[in-house]
């Protein structure tokens, strides 16, 4: 379920889903005084009945990959990616990027810095 700034995020097994997890992925945007707007992610939650906590951020230009910050974080925590992604709603990811990139103010075209990308 999505409201902005959370979503939340529910799986119990059954036949279709062969892992339980519940987890809240909370985001804003803080002002870093060197690096400027940056997405502060926080997820927390349980995966198969073990609970984990953990936060990051992302940079402004590299908000657009916060798909791939939340999956190493559930990852690092157990969750098993070949089960289908953490948000299989894809409505629920729409939303989420659409809010991201209102309160960052990006726009389709806007430069990224490849010093921010991992591994450069």
């Known amino acids: 379920m999505f409201t902005p700034g959370h979503v939340h995020r529910e799986q119990k ?3 279709l889903n062969r892992q339980a997890f519940t987890c809240d992925v909370y985001y804003e945007v803080r002002e870093d005084p060197q690096e400027g707007p940056m997405l502060h992610l926080r997820m927390e939650g ?13 940079h402004r230009d590299m908000a657009f990959d ?19 992604p953490v948000l299989r709603e894809h409505g629920e990811y729409d939303a989420m990027f659409q809010d991201i990139r ?11 810095n490849l010093d921010h990308l991992p591994g450069v």
Do not use: Y
């Open 66 to 84: 916060f798909m791939n910050a939340l999956t190493q974080i559930a990852v690092r925590n157990g969750f098993q990616p070949r089960f289908g």
């Open 102 to 112: 209102e309160k960052l103010g990006i726009h389709p075209g806007d430069p990224i």
């Open 13 to 15: 097994v059954d036949k």
């Open 46 to 58: 349980e995966i198969d009945g073990r609970s984990f906590a953990e936060e990051c951020e992302l």
